[in-house]
């Protein structure tokens, strides 16, 4: 059993930075993949980023390519998104996601965190 907690999470005005933490608990979270997904009001859930259980690859979504980077430290059993250039389409509750498998679908992900809201002004 892997628990997911999110934090960092605030109210910034665009073109403004936050960096996000999620901190897991239990012994294997370096053998996890690790996701962020975001949903806003009214809208599905999607794919934001994604880094391998050693932290060689990642991927993110089109929307925030160059503006969103993700890192993790097993050592620390956290993972981290930094963000930055932030715009108001950005705003969402993002979550934190443990996966067997390195992939955007979210199909994979076994874990997820209960979310920390990110609200971004003009």
């Known amino acids: 059993q892997v628990q997911l907690v999110e934090s960092g999470g605030g109210s910034v005005q665009a073109g403004g930075s936050l960096r996000l933490s999620c901190a897991a608990s239990g012994r294997t979270f370096g053998t996890y993949s690790m996701n962020w997904f975001r949903q806003a009001p009214g809208k599905e859930r999607e794919f934001v980023a994604a880094?391998?259980?050693?932290?060689?690859?990642?991927r993110f979504a089109d929307s925030v390519k160059g503006r969103f980077t993700i890192s993790r430290e097993n050592a620390k059993n956290t993972v981290y998104l930094q963000m930055n250039s932030l715009k108001p389409e950005d705003t969402a509750v993002y979550y934190c996601?443990?996966?067997?498998?390195?992939?955007?679908?979210?199909?994979?992900?076994?874990?997820w965190g209960k979310g920390t809201l990110v609200t971004v002004s003009s």
């Open positions: 880094i391998t259980a050693s932290g060689d690859r990642t």
């Open positions: 996601a443990a996966g067997s498998a390195f992939d955007t679908t979210g199909l994979s992900v076994a874990y």
